[in-house]
Nanobody, 115 residues
Framework: VQFVESGGGLVQPGGSLRLSCAAS????????VSWYRQVPGKERELVAF????????YYGDSVKDRFTISRDNAKNTVYLQMNSLKPEDTAVYYC????WGVGYWGQGTMVTVSS
């Protein structure tokens, strides 16, 4: 099982980025996939997830109405569209897949929001 995140970078406040999480050895359409983020010295924070059940989604309060999680089953890839970015969104973003009670993490992609 492998998850590869991409799409991070430097963006100005108010800007947008789209992160991708490409999965292999893991079927995203039948399992829950989440995005987390972590700032050095702080605990990893759940940002959003998309459920295997009807594609239901969840968002953390800090990103609600600004971020959108989606998936492309044909590409076996999950996305995180991030709009109206704020400096406090600066973090390493990780995707995680859960299957049969086991969690699988990607290596992370850095997002920096700064002017």
């Amino acid at each position: 099982v492998q998850f590869v995140e991409s799409g991070g970078g430097l963006v100005q406040p108010g800007g947008s980025l789209r992160l991708s999480c490409a999965a292999s050895g893991f079927t995203i359409s039948t399992n829950t996939v989440s995005w987390y983020r972590q700032v050095p010295g702080k605990e990893r924070e759940l940002v959003a997830f998309i459920s295997s059940v009807d594609g239901n989604t969840y968002y953390g309060d800090s990103v609600k109405d600004r971020f959108t999680i989606s998936r492309d089953n044909a590409k076996n890839t999950v996305y995180l569209q991030m709009n109206s970015l704020k400096p406090e969104d600066t973090a390493v973003y990780y995707c995680k897949g859960n299957r049969w009670g086991v969690g699988y993490w990607g290596q992370g992609t850095m997002v920096t929001v700064s002017s």
